[in-house]
C-alpha cells in the first residue's frame, strides 16, 4: 500500500531512493501531507502531482549526512549540544544543493532558485513496504523548500442558511461593479491625520514645519500671563507675535465691545462669578479657531501632486480631512486649553458632581421610567445599560472636543437602541461608526432618564467643562443640529437637572441607601420601621433623610419655572467671532439665551444659587435630518415637566423593588450580608416579594439568590429559600436551577460550596451544562480539591450525573470535557476516583488537552504519582502518548523520584524470565554532552509480593562494547548485532526522538535475547552489565583477552579433530537451509505487520455532513493509532526475532569458514610436503648448507600447516557442537519469542478494538444527539 503522503508516494517510487546508499547516511525532509493535498504551485503551473514526483523536488528534499570519523562516537555524539543550541548548521541535500537549519527551521540556501523556509515538526522513523526492512528517517517540514505553493480553496458543496441569497447578492455586486476593479488597488484606511502624514510622507515633510511653528506659537501664548481685560486702566501694546496672538487680541476687543453695547436689564441677576470667564473662553475658542484655520491652509498649501494621490489612493473628502486636521489640532493643544477651561468652570462641577455623589443609591425604576416585565426585565435593562456607561467613561479619557462627542454620540445610541446595540457588540466587537445616523427606539423623556443613570453610574468629572469644550471647541462639525446636536442637547438637559432640580433623587438616594444597610443589620427594627411605616411610631417626613442636604434649599420650590428649550440650527463650519444673536438663533426664538443672567419667566432672585448660562434645546424621536425649525418646536418638552417626571418615587412598594449599582435587590442584599432574620422577614411580606419576583431576582452578574446563598454555603439561607422554591412546578424548578450569571455558571457549578444538596436536588441540575470556560457542574466539583468532603461528593455527582442520563448507561464522560479539552481523568487526583471513573464510566483514557496532554502526562508532570500507577495499570493508556514537543510522560516528569518510580512501573510491566526476574531498558534520554544514556533496571523477586530493583546507566557505546566482548570470547555463538545503530544526532540541532526510542527497543530487545540466550544467558559479564552500577571497561577487555587464551588451549587439549568433513557440511548446510526458509517467513511476516500498520495509519471517508463535525473529531481520536499501537509492538517484536535469525545465520556460516581454512592449510601441506620430497637440482656437494636450510623451512612450514588444520578440525568439532547444542535451544527460544509475541498481539488487539468501539459509540451517540435536537 502506497503511503497517504504525495511526497514518499513518489520519492518510493523514482529512482532517486535507491541513490540513497547507505540509508543511514540519509535524512528525509517530508512536507506535510495536508499542505500537498490542499496546495498547488503556482510558478510553473504544473500539476501539484507532477511537481512532487520531479528529480529535483525529491533531491532537494533528501539531506546527505556524512558518516562519522568514528562508530562509536557517532552512535553517542561528537557535538556537544550545549554548544550547538542556537546556531546554525549547513547540510547538502541529494542534488548538490544545500539548506541551513537553525531552532528547528531549515532555510533553502546554495542552489536553489527562490528563499524558502519551513518550520520542523517532529520526526518519524519510515519503514518502506519492502521485503528487506530499510530504515528512514523522516524529518516533517511545515512546507516544501521547491515551488510556491498556495492553498486550494474548495466552495462548500451543501449550502447552509441563507448561504443562497448572499451568493446572489454577492454575485449582483460583482456584475454590478465596473470589471477593472479588480485592478484598481484597494484603497487606504485614513482614521487620524496622523495615519494620513504617515502614509504620505511628502505632505508630512511639507506641512511638518509650519505645524511646528503653529504648535510652538500657541503653546508660547498660552504659558505666558493672558492680557490684561479691556477695562483695565492701562493696556501695553503687544508686540505682534502670530495669528494666535492676532485673533487673542481681536476676541478680546470683540467681546469688550458688545458687553458694552448691551443694555442691563432691570431683571438681570447680580454677578457672583468672575466677570472675565466669559472672556477668556472665548479668546481660547477664537485661538483654537485660528490654529485650526492655520493648519487646514497648510494642508491646502500642499503639492497638488501630493493632493491627487491623497484623493485617488483613499476615500477621504475635503470635509473629512479638515475634520481630521481639526482634531489632530485639538489632540496636540488639549493639554493646555482643557485645564485652563477646567479651572473656569470648577465651581459649577464641584457642586455639580458633590449632587451626583449623593445621588449614587438611586435606583432606574425611580427616574421616571416605566419598566414592563418586572425585575427580570429591569435586570436586562441595566446589563445593556452597561455598555453605555463603559463608552460614557471614555469621556474621561478623550484628548480633543471631537473624541468626547464621539463618546457621547455613542452613549446615546447605546442607550437609544439598547437590544439592537448589545447584540451587536457581542456579536462583532465593534460599535457603530460615531457619524452614521441612529434610529431612535427610544422617546425623549425616557433617553433623558436613562442618561440620568449613565451620569450619576459613571461617576464622571468636569461635566460641565466638557459641556462647554464640545459645545463651544468644534468648528468643523455642526452640534447644534443633526445626531450630535440631539445627543448634546440631550446631555445638557440632564446636566441641567442635575444641577437645579434633583433633590427627589438624592431624597430618593438616602432612602434607598437606609434601606439597604438596615437589610445588612441582624437588628429588624429600622427595617421594619422603613418598610412598614403605618406600623411604626417613626414619622414619615422627608427631612429625616435631608440630613447632608442644604437648608436654604428646602426652602425653595422642589423645581425651578419651566424653561423652553429649542434647537439651534447653525452652519457646518461657524466662526467664533461672529456668534451674534441674530444669526446664531432663527428669527422664531425668543433672546433670552443669549443673556446668561436673564430667563423668560418672572423668578426671584433667591431662586438661583449659582449663576448658569442655559442654552435652549429641544427633544424629540423623528429624524433630525430636517432644518425646518417649526417641526422641530411641534413636540417640545419643557424641563419642568422632566422634573415632574423624573421625580423620586420613595414609596414603600418602590423602596422594596430598589438594587444597588451591583444590581443587588433588598433580598440579595440580605442574602449577601448572611442575614437570615432579614431574609425571612422580608419573604414574609408576599405582597412585595412574591413567587414570581423571588424567581426573577438576580444581579449585575446573573446571580441568582439560591446561587449567592450557595456560593455563601449559609445553610439557614439555603434551606429558606429552597422551601420558598418548592412551592413552583418542576418546570419552574428546572429553568431556575439552570439560571446562567455572566461566567456562564449556575446553581450546579457551586455545589461543592453546599455538597449536600447533590443528592436534594441533584436531578434537577443540568450536569452537562457548560460555563464560559467549558466546565460541567461535575467538572467544577471535581476541580474543588480543598473541599473536607471531596471523595463523597465528586462519587455523589458522578452517581446522580448518571442517574440523570436515563438511558441506562454509563456516565459518559465525553460530555464533561472543559474548553482546554481536559477530561476528569486530567484535574481529578484521587485514587479512588479515578479508578472509578476508569472501571464504571465511559471515557477516552488517551485524550488530550489543548497542549496535547494525556491524563498520564499531567499526572506525571505535577508529581501525583498514585494517578500514574492507577493510569498504568489500565490496558487502554497509551504510555508511549507523546505531546506537542515529542516527549513522552516519563520525560515530562519533573521530579527524579517521580520520574524513577516511572521507570519501575515501565519494568513491572514488560514480561518476567524464567526465574522470575524482570530486566529491561526502561528509558532513554539525550545528555549534554551528545550522548544516550539508556537505564537499566533489573528486578529480582524476594518476597511473595516483593522485588529488590537494580538501576544502572548505560551508554550505547558500552552495548556496543558488550557485544564486541561477547563476540570475542565466544566466536562460535551467535550474537545479535548492535553495529547497525543510527545515531540521533545527525541533526545536532534538532536530535531525533524517534531514533531514540528505536535505540531504547534494540537494547532492551538485545539484553532480553542474550538473558534469554542457550549459552550466553549466564555469562558473568552480561550480569555485571545490568547488576553493577560502574562498569571497569579495561578490566572486562583484559579478562575477555585471558579467557580467549583460555579457550583457544582448551580446545587443544580436550576436542579431537574433525577427520570427515562432509557430514559437518551436510549438518551446516541443512541447518542453513531450514534457518533461511524461518527467514524468509519472518521478513514476510515482518512486511505484512508493517503494511497493517500503514494501513491503519490512513483512514478516509467518503462524506460526511457539516453538522456531525464533533462526531467525526471523536471518530478520528476513536481511529488514530497510539504510539504503543499493537502493530508497531509486533513489528519491532517481528524485527527482534529476524536479528536472533540473522545472528544464527552468521553463526551457522562459521563451520562452513572453518572447513574453507582446514582444506587450505591441508593443500599448503602437502605442496610443502611434495616440494620438500621431490629430488632436487643442485650438484651434490655444492651449496649443502642452503639446500639443507630449504628443505627444513619446507618441512617446518608443512608442520605449521598441518597443526592449524589440526587446530581447525578441532575448532570446527567445537563450533559443530556449540552450534548444534545452540541451535536446539534457539528453537526452543524462537517458538516462545513468536507465541508471545502472537498472543501479546492478540490481547493488544482486543484492548484496541474495544476502545475504539467504545470511541465509535461514544461518535455515534453525538450523531444522535444532533439528530435530535435539530428535530426539536
Given at each position: 500500500?502506497?503511503?497517504?503522503?504525495?511526497?514518499?508516494?513518489?520519492?518510493?517510487?523514482?529512482?532517486?531512493?535507491?541513490?540513497?546508499?547507505?540509508?543511514?547516511?540519509?535524512?528525509?525532509?517530508?512536507?506535510?501531507?495536508?499542505?500537498?493535498?490542499?496546495?498547488?504551485?503556482?510558478?510553473?503551473?504544473?500539476?501539484?502531482?507532477?511537481?512532487?514526483?520531479?528529480?529535483?523536488?525529491?533531491?532537494?528534499?533528501?539531506?546527505?549526512?556524512?558518516?562519522?570519523?568514528?562508530?562509536?562516537?557517532?552512535?553517542?555524539?561528537?557535538?556537544?549540544?550545549?554548544?550547538?543550541?542556537?546556531?546554525?548548521?549547513?547540510?547538502?541535500?541529494?542534488?548538490?544543493?544545500?539548506?541551513?537549519?537553525?531552532?528547528?527551521?531549515?532555510?533553502?540556501?546554495?542552489?536553489?532558485?527562490?528563499?524558502?523556509?519551513?518550520?520542523?515538526?517532529?520526526?518519524?522513523?519510515?519503514?518502506?513496504?519492502?521485503?528487506?526492512?530499510?530504515?528512514?528517517?523522516?524529518?516533517?517540514?511545515?512546507?516544501?523548500?521547491?515551488?510556491?505553493?498556495?492553498?486550494?480553496?474548495?466552495?462548500?458543496?451543501?449550502?447552509?442558511?441563507?448561504?443562497?441569497?448572499?451568493?446572489?447578492?454577492?454575485?449582483?455586486?460583482?456584475?454590478?461593479?465596473?470589471?477593472?476593479?479588480?485592478?484598481?488597488?484597494?484603497?487606504?484606511?485614513?482614521?487620524?491625520?496622523?495615519?494620513?502624514?504617515?502614509?504620505?510622507?511628502?505632505?508630512?515633510?511639507?506641512?511638518?514645519?509650519?505645524?511646528?511653528?503653529?504648535?510652538?506659537?500657541?503653546?508660547?501664548?498660552?504659558?505666558?500671563?493672558?492680557?490684561?481685560?479691556?477695562?483695565?486702566?492701562?493696556?501695553?501694546?503687544?508686540?505682534?507675535?502670530?495669528?494666535?496672538?492676532?485673533?487673542?487680541?481681536?476676541?478680546?476687543?470683540?467681546?469688550?465691545?458688545?458687553?458694552?453695547?448691551?443694555?442691563?436689564?432691570?431683571?438681570?441677576?447680580?454677578?457672583?462669578?468672575?466677570?472675565?470667564?466669559?472672556?477668556?473662553?472665548?479668546?481660547?475658542?477664537?485661538?483654537?479657531?485660528?490654529?485650526?484655520?492655520?493648519?487646514?491652509?497648510?494642508?491646502?498649501?500642499?503639492?497638488?501632486?501630493?493632493?491627487?494621490?491623497?484623493?485617488?489612493?483613499?476615500?477621504?473628502?475635503?470635509?473629512?480631512?479638515?475634520?481630521?486636521?481639526?482634531?489632530?489640532?485639538?489632540?496636540?493643544?488639549?493639554?493646555?486649553?482643557?485645564?485652563?477651561?477646567?479651572?473656569?468652570?470648577?465651581?459649577?462641577?464641584?457642586?455639580?458632581?458633590?449632587?451626583?455623589?449623593?445621588?449614587?443609591?438611586?435606583?432606574?425604576?425611580?427616574?421616571?421610567?416605566?419598566?414592563?416585565?418586572?425585575?427580570?426585565?429591569?435586570?436586562?435593562?441595566?446589563?445593556?445599560?452597561?455598555?453605555?456607561?463603559?463608552?460614557?467613561?471614555?469621556?474621561?479619557?478623550?484628548?480633543?472636543?471631537?473624541?468626547?462627542?464621539?463618546?457621547?454620540?455613542?452613549?446615546?445610541?447605546?442607550?437609544?437602541?439598547?437590544?439592537?446595540?448589545?447584540?451587536?457588540?457581542?456579536?462583532?466587537?465593534?460599535?457603530?461608526?460615531?457619524?452614521?445616523?441612529?434610529?431612535?427606539?427610544?422617546?425623549?423623556?425616557?433617553?433623558?432618564?436613562?442618561?440620568?443613570?449613565?451620569?450619576?453610574?459613571?461617576?464622571?468629572?468636569?461635566?460641565?467643562?466638557?459641556?462647554?469644550?464640545?459645545?463651544?471647541?468644534?468648528?468643523?462639525?455642526?452640534?447644534?443640529?443633526?445626531?450630535?446636536?440631539?445627543?448634546?442637547?440631550?446631555?445638557?438637559?440632564?446636566?441641567?437637572?442635575?444641577?437645579?432640580?434633583?433633590?427627589?433623587?438624592?431624597?430618593?438616594?438616602?432612602?434607598?441607601?437606609?434601606?439597604?444597610?438596615?437589610?445588612?443589620?441582624?437588628?429588624?427594627?429600622?427595617?421594619?420601621?422603613?418598610?412598614?411605616?403605618?406600623?411604626?411610631?417613626?414619622?414619615?417626613?422627608?427631612?429625616?433623610?435631608?440630613?447632608?442636604?442644604?437648608?436654604?434649599?428646602?426652602?425653595?420650590?422642589?423645581?425651578?419655572?419651566?424653561?423652553?428649550?429649542?434647537?439651534?440650527?447653525?452652519?457646518?463650519?461657524?466662526?467664533?467671532?461672529?456668534?451674534?444673536?441674530?444669526?446664531?438663533?432663527?428669527?422664531?426664538?425668543?433672546?433670552?439665551?443669549?443673556?446668561?443672567?436673564?430667563?423668560?419667566?418672572?423668578?426671584?432672585?433667591?431662586?438661583?444659587?449659582?449663576?448658569?448660562?442655559?442654552?435652549?434645546?429641544?427633544?424629540?424621536?423623528?429624524?433630525?435630518?430636517?432644518?425646518?425649525?417649526?417641526?422641530?418646536?411641534?413636540?417640545?418638552?419643557?424641563?419642568?415637566?422632566?422634573?415632574?417626571?423624573?421625580?423620586?418615587?420613595?414609596?414603600?412598594?418602590?423602596?422594596?423593588?430598589?438594587?444597588?449599582?451591583?444590581?443587588?435587590?433588598?433580598?440579595?442584599?440580605?442574602?449577601?450580608?448572611?442575614?437570615?432574620?432579614?431574609?425571612?422577614?422580608?419573604?414574609?411580606?408576599?405582597?412585595?416579594?412574591?413567587?414570581?419576583?423571588?424567581?426573577?431576582?438576580?444581579?449585575?452578574?446573573?446571580?441568582?439568590?439560591?446561587?449567592?446563598?450557595?456560593?455563601?454555603?449559609?445553610?439557614?439561607?439555603?434551606?429558606?429559600?429552597?422551601?420558598?422554591?418548592?412551592?413552583?412546578?418542576?418546570?419552574?424548578?428546572?429553568?431556575?436551577?439552570?439560571?446562567?450569571?455572566?461566567?456562564?455558571?449556575?446553581?450546579?457549578?457551586?455545589?461543592?460550596?453546599?455538597?449536600?444538596?447533590?443528592?436534594?436536588?441533584?436531578?434537577?441540575?443540568?450536569?452537562?451544562?457548560?460555563?464560559?470556560?467549558?466546565?460541567?457542574?461535575?467538572?467544577?466539583?471535581?476541580?474543588?480539591?480543598?473541599?473536607?468532603?471531596?471523595?463523597?461528593?465528586?462519587?455523589a455527582g458522578l452517581r446522580v450525573a448518571r442517574e440523570t442520563q436515563n438511558d441506562g448507561q454509563a456516565l459518559h464522560l465525553d460530555d464533561h470535557v472543559d474548553a482546554k479539552g481536559n477530561t476528569l481523568l486530567h484535574i481529578i487526583n484521587d485514587t479512588r476516583l479515578a479508578m472509578r471513573i476508569l472501571h464504571y464510566c465511559d471515557i477516552d483514557v488517551n485524550a488530550t488537552n489543548e497542549k496535547r496532554f494525556t491524563a498520564l502526562m499531567v499526572a506525571s508532570k505535577y508529581g501525583r504519582y498514585d494517578m500514574v500507577r492507577c493510569l498504568f495499570a489500565d490496558p487502554r493508556v497509551d504510555i508511549a502518548a507523546r505531546e506537542m514537543r515529542g516527549l513522552t510522560a516519563v520525560e515530562l516528569a519533573k521530579d527524579d523520584d517521580v520520574r524513577n518510580k516511572i521507570d519501575d512501573l515501565a519494568l513491572f510491566s514488560m514480561p518476567a524470565g524464567r526465574d522470575g526476574r524482570i530486566t529491561g531498558v526502561v528509558r532513554a534520554f539525550f545528555v549534554e554532552d551528545g550522548s544516550v544514556r539508556l537505564v537499566l533496571?533489573?528486578?529480582?523477586?524476594?518476597?511473595?509480593?516483593?522485588?529488590?530493583?537494580?538501576?544502572?546507566?548505560?551508554?550505547?557505546?558500552?552495548?556496543?562494547?558488550?557485544?564486541?566482548?561477547?563476540?570475542?570470547?565466544?566466536?562460535?555463538?551467535?550474537?545479535?548485532?548492535?553495529?547497525?545503530?543510527?545515531?540521533?544526532?545527525?541533526?545536532?540541532?534538532?536530535?531525533?526522538?524517534?531514533?531514540?526510542?528505536?535505540?531504547?527497543?534494540?537494547?532492551?530487545?538485545?539484553?532480553?535475547?542474550?538473558?534469554?540466550?542457550?549459552?550466553?544467558?549466564?555469562?558473568?559479564?552480561?550480569?555485571?552489565?545490568?547488576?553493577?552500577?560502574?562498569?571497569?571497561?579495561?578490566?572486562?577487555?583484559?579478562?575477555?583477552?585471558?579467557?580467549?587464551?583460555?579457550?583457544?588451549?582448551?580446545?587443544?587439549?580436550?576436542?579431537?579433530?574433525?577427520?570427515?568433513?562432509?557430514?559437518?557440511?551436510?549438518?551446516?548446510?541443512?541447518?542453513?537451509?531450514?534457518?533461511?526458509?524461518?527467514?524468509?517467513?519472518?521478513?514476510?511476516?515482518?512486511?505484512?505487520?508493517?503494511?497493517?500498520?500503514?494501513?491503519?495509519?490512513?483512514?478516509?471517508?467518503k462524506f460526511l455532513p457539516q453538522s456531525h463535525i464533533s462526531a467525526l473529531e471523536a471518530y478520528v481520536r476513536a481511529m488514530a493509532p497510539t504510539q504503543a499501537s499493537p502493530q508497531a509492538m509486533l513489528h519491532n517484536t517481528l524485527m527482534a526475532i529476524q536479528s536472533t535469525v540473522q545472528a544464527l545465520l552468521s553463526s551457522l556460516a562459521r563451520p562452513t569458514t572453518l572447513i574453507s581454512q582446514i582444506t587450505a592449510a591441508k593443500r599448503d601441506a602437502d605442496r610443502n610436503d611434495s616440494s620438500a620430497g621431490r629430488s632436487s637440482r643442485w650438484v651434490l656437494g655444492l651449496l649443502d648448507e642452503t639446500r639443507q636450510r630449504i628443505q627444513d623451512g619446507r618441512e617446518k612450514r608443512a608442520k605449521k600447516y598441518r597443526e592449524e588444520a589440526e587446530y581447525l578440525s578441532r575448532e570446527l568439532r567445537y563450533t559443530q557442537q556449540t552450534v548444534a547444542g545452540e541451535l536446539a535451544g534457539w528453537q526452543d527460544m524462537h517458538e516462545k519469542m513468536g507465541r508471545r509475541a502472537i498472543r501479546e498481539f492478540a490481547?493488544?488487539?482486543?484492548?484496541?478494538?474495544?476502545?475504539?468501539?467504545?470511541?465509535?459509540?461514544?461518535?455515534?451517540?453525538?450523531?444522535?444527539?444532533?439528530?435530535?435536537?435539530?428535530?426539536?
Amino acid at each position: 500500500m502506497q503511503p497517504l503522503n504525495p511526497f514518499l508516494a513518489a520519492f518510493f517510487k523514482s529512482p532517486v531512493a535507491a541513490q540513497c546508499t547507505p540509508v543511514h547516511h540519509h535524512i528525509l525532509l517530508v512536507p506535510l501531507t495536508d499542505e500537498l493535498l490542499t496546495s498547488r504551485e503556482i510558478d510553473s503551473g504544473a500539476a501539484a502531482s507532477e511537481v512532487i514526483a520531479s528529480e529535483e523536488f525529491l533531491g532537494s528534499h533528501v539531506l546527505r549526512i556524512p558518516s562519522p570519523g568514528v562508530s562509536s562516537g557517532g552512535k553517542d555524539g561528537v557535538h556537544n549540544l550545549r554548544d550547538v543550541r542556537g546556531k546554525a548548521k549547513q547540510f547538502s541535500t541529494l542534488n548538490g544543493r544545500s539548506v541551513v537549519i537553525k531552532d528547528s527551521v531549515v532555510y533553502s540556501n546554495k542552489g536553489f532558485k527562490t528563499f524558502a523556509q519551513a518550520q520542523i515538526l517532529n520526526d518519524a522513523i519510515w519503514y518502506p513496504d519492502v521485503f528487506e526492512p530499510r530504515q528512514w528517517l523522516l524529518y516533517f517540514i511545515s512546507k516544501p523548500l521547491v515551488g510556491a505553493w498556495e492553498e486550494v480553496k474548495i466552495l462548500p458543496a451543501v449550502l447552509g442558511n441563507d448561504v443562497n441569497k448572499k451568493m446572489t447578492l454577492d454575485t449582483k455586486k460583482v456584475n454590478g461593479s465596473d470589471t477593472a476593479e479588480g485592478t484598481v488597488p484597494k484603497k487606504k484606511d485614513i482614521r487620524s491625520f496622523h495615519e494620513l502624514l504617515n502614509n504620505f510622507p511628502m505632505i508630512a515633510r511639507q506641512m511638518q514645519p509650519g505645524l511646528e511653528k503653529l504648535f510652538l506659537e500657541f503653546t508660547t501664548v498660552f504659558e505666558k500671563p493672558l492680557p490684561p481685560p479691556p477695562s483695565a486702566s492701562r493696556i501695553p501694546d503687544p508686540l505682534p507675535d502670530g495669528p494666535i496672538t492676532a485673533a487673542m487680541r481681536r476676541a478680546r476687543s470683540n467681546s469688550f465691545s458688545i458687553r458694552n453695547g448691551k443694555a442691563i436689564n432691570r431683571d438681570s441677576l447680580p454677578v457672583t462669578e468672575d466677570f472675565y470667564a466669559e472672556d477668556d473662553e472665548d479668546v481660547m475658542r477664537a485661538s483654537l479657531e485660528t490654529a485650526v484655520t492655520a493648519a487646514i491652509d497648510l494642508f491646502q498649501s500642499v503639492d497638488k501632486q501630493q493632493l491627487s494621490l491623497l484623493g485617488a489612493t483613499t476615500d477621504l473628502t475635503g470635509p473629512l480631512v479638515e475634520k481630521l486636521i481639526e482634531r489632530y489640532v485639538t489632540e496636540n493643544i488639549n493639554h493646555l486649553i482643557f485645564p485652563k477651561l477646567s479651572a473656569i468652570k470648577r465651581p459649577e462641577d464641584l457642586e455639580l458632581e458633590a449632587k451626583i455623589r449623593q445621588m449614587e443609591y438611586i435606583d432606574i425604576s425611580q427616574l421616571g421610567i416605566a419598566i414592563d416585565g418586572g425585575s427580570r426585565a429591569k435586570h436586562d435593562l441595566l446589563i445593556q445599560l452597561g455598555p453605555a456607561i463603559e463608552e460614557f467613561k471614555k469621556i474621561a479619557n478623550a484628548m480633543s472636543p471631537g473624541e468626547m462627542m464621539d463618546a457621547l454620540l455613542s452613549t446615546t445610541k447605546a442607550a437609544s437602541q439598547l437590544t439592537d446595540t448589545s447584540r451587536t457588540q457581542m456579536a462583532n466587537g465593534k460599535e457603530d461608526p460615531v457619524y452614521e445616523k441612529a434610529i431612535m427606539t427610544v422617546n425623549a423623556d425616557t433617553l433623558v432618564s436613562l442618561l440620568l443613570y449613565v451620569v450619576i453610574r459613571s461617576q464622571v468629572r468636569n461635566l460641565q467643562a466638557r459641556l462647554v469644550y464640545i459645545r463651544n471647541f468644534i468648528f468643523i462639525d455642526d452640534v447644534d443640529s443633526g445626531e450630535m446636536g440631539y445627543a448634546l442637547s440631550t446631555f445638557e438637559a440632564v446636566l441641567a437637572y442635575l444641577a437645579l432640580d434633583s433633590a427627589g433623587l438624592r431624597r430618593a438616594s438616602r432612602r434607598n441607601k437606609a434601606l439597604w444597610d438596615a437589610a445588612k443589620r441582624t437588628d429588624l427594627t429600622e427595617l421594619k420601621a422603613i418598610m412598614e411605616p403605618n406600623m411604626s411610631a417613626v414619622v414619615d417626613g422627608d427631612d429625616d433623610f435631608e440630613l447632608d442636604g442644604d437648608p436654604n434649599e428646602q426652602a425653595r420650590p422642589s423645581r425651578l419655572p419651566s424653561f423652553t428649550w429649542s434647537l439651534q440650527d447653525s452652519s457646518s463650519r461657524r466662526s467664533s467671532l461672529a456668534l451674534t444673536s441674530s444669526d446664531r438663533f432663527s428669527r422664531g426664538s425668543g433672546l433670552g439665551h443669549v443673556f446668561p443672567f436673564q430667563s423668560n419667566g418672572n423668578c426671584e432672585e433667591g431662586d438661583f444659587s449659582l449663576v448658569k448660562r442655559v442654552k435652549r434645546v429641544a427633544m424629540d424621536t423623528r429624524s433630525l435630518s430636517s432644518g425646518s425649525e417649526i417641526s422641530f418646536h411641534s413636540r417640545t418638552g419643557s424641563i419642568g415637566t422632566l422634573g415632574s417626571a423624573i421625580e423620586g418615587d420613595v414609596s414603600v412598594e418602590r423602596l422594596a423593588q430598589t438594587s444597588n449599582s451591583f444590581g443587588e435587590s433588598v433580598l440579595m442584599i440580605a442574602v449577601q450580608s448572611g442575614n437570615p432574620a432579614s431574609l425571612r422577614y422580608l419573604l414574609s411580606l408576599s405582597g412585595y416579594y412574591s413567587l414570581e419576583v423571588i424567581l426573577q431576582d438576580m444581579n449585575n452578574e446573573g446571580t441568582t439568590l439560591l446561587s449567592a446563598a450557595i456560593q455563601l454555603g449559609h445553610k439557614d439561607l439555603i434551606n429558606m429559600l429552597l422551601e420558598r422554591i418548592d412551592i413552583c412546578t418542576e418546570d419552574q424548578r428546572v429553568q431556575y436551577l439552570s439560571e446562567q450569571d455572566i461566567w456562564g455558571r449556575s446553581v450546579g457549578h457551586y455545589l461543592f460550596h453546599a455538597p449536600s444538596l447533590i443528592t436534594r436536588i441533584g436531578k434537577l441540575i443540568p450536569w452537562r451544562q457548560r460555563d464560559k470556560n467549558g466546565q460541567t457542574p461535575l467538572f467544577a466539583l471535581c476541580r474543588s480539591y480543598d473541599n473536607e468532603n471531596y471523595y463523597d461528593m465528586v462519587e455523589a455527582g458522578l452517581r446522580v450525573a448518571r442517574e440523570t442520563q436515563n438511558d441506562g448507561q454509563a456516565l459518559h464522560l465525553d460530555d464533561h470535557v472543559d474548553a482546554k479539552g481536559n477530561t476528569l481523568l486530567h484535574i481529578i487526583n484521587d485514587t479512588r476516583l479515578a479508578m472509578r471513573i476508569l472501571h464504571y464510566c465511559d471515557i477516552d483514557v488517551n485524550a488530550t488537552n489543548e497542549k496535547r496532554f494525556t491524563a498520564l502526562m499531567v499526572a506525571s508532570k505535577y508529581g501525583r504519582y498514585d494517578m500514574v500507577r492507577c493510569l498504568f495499570a489500565d490496558p487502554r493508556v497509551d504510555i508511549a502518548a507523546r505531546e506537542m514537543r515529542g516527549l513522552t510522560a516519563v520525560e515530562l516528569a519533573k521530579d527524579d523520584d517521580v520520574r524513577n518510580k516511572i521507570d519501575d512501573l515501565a519494568l513491572f510491566s514488560m514480561p518476567a524470565g524464567r526465574d522470575g526476574r524482570i530486566t529491561g531498558v526502561v528509558r532513554a534520554f539525550f545528555v549534554e554532552d551528545g550522548s544516550v544514556r539508556l537505564v537499566l533496571k533489573s528486578a529480582a523477586p524476594t518476597d511473595h509480593d516483593s522485588y529488590t530493583v537494580t538501576t544502572t546507566r548505560r551508554s550505547l557505546a558500552e552495548f556496543e562494547q558488550l557485544a564486541h566482548l561477547l563476540a570475542e570470547e565466544q566466536p562460535a555463538s551467535w550474537i545479535p548485532s548492535m553495529s547497525d545503530t543510527r545515531s540521533p544526532f545527525q541533526i545536532p540541532v534538532k536530535p531525533s526522538r524517534a531514533i531514540l526510542r528505536d535505540v531504547q527497543a534494540k537494547t532492551d530487545w538485545f539484553l532480553r535475547i542474550m538473558l534469554s540466550h542457550p549459552t550466553l544467558a549466564t555469562h558473568e559479564m552480561l550480569w555485571e552489565f545490568f547488576l553493577v552500577p560502574e562498569l571497569q571497561l579495561e578490566a572486562m577487555e583484559q579478562r575477555t583477552k585471558l579467557k580467549v587464551e583460555a579457550r583457544i588451549e582448551r580446545i587443544k587439549e580436550e576436542y579431537e579433530p574433525i577427520r570427515d568433513m562432509r557430514e559437518v557440511e551436510q549438518f551446516v548446510n541443512h541447518a542453513r537451509e531450514m534457518v533461511r526458509s524461518v527467514s524468509y517467513s519472518t521478513k514476510s511476516v515482518t512486511r505484512r505487520a508493517n503494511g497493517v500498520g500503514l494501513a491503519i495509519s490512513v483512514s478516509s471517508i467518503k462524506f460526511l455532513p457539516q453538522s456531525h463535525i464533533s462526531a467525526l473529531e471523536a471518530y478520528v481520536r476513536a481511529m488514530a493509532p497510539t504510539q504503543a499501537s499493537p502493530q508497531a509492538m509486533l513489528h519491532n517484536t517481528l524485527m527482534a526475532i529476524q536479528s536472533t535469525v540473522q545472528a544464527l545465520l552468521s553463526s551457522l556460516a562459521r563451520p562452513t569458514t572453518l572447513i574453507s581454512q582446514i582444506t587450505a592449510a591441508k593443500r599448503d601441506a602437502d605442496r610443502n610436503d611434495s616440494s620438500a620430497g621431490r629430488s632436487s637440482r643442485w650438484v651434490l656437494g655444492l651449496l649443502d648448507e642452503t639446500r639443507q636450510r630449504i628443505q627444513d623451512g619446507r618441512e617446518k612450514r608443512a608442520k605449521k600447516y598441518r597443526e592449524e588444520a589440526e587446530y581447525l578440525s578441532r575448532e570446527l568439532r567445537y563450533t559443530q557442537q556449540t552450534v548444534a547444542g545452540e541451535l536446539a535451544g534457539w528453537q526452543d527460544m524462537h517458538e516462545k519469542m513468536g507465541r508471545r509475541a502472537i498472543r501479546e498481539f492478540a490481547r493488544a488487539m482486543v484492548v484496541q478494538e474495544r476502545t475504539r468501539l467504545d470511541g465509535m459509540v461514544r461518535a455515534l451517540r453525538k450523531v444522535r444527539t444532533q439528530r435530535s435536537n435539530v428535530k426539536s
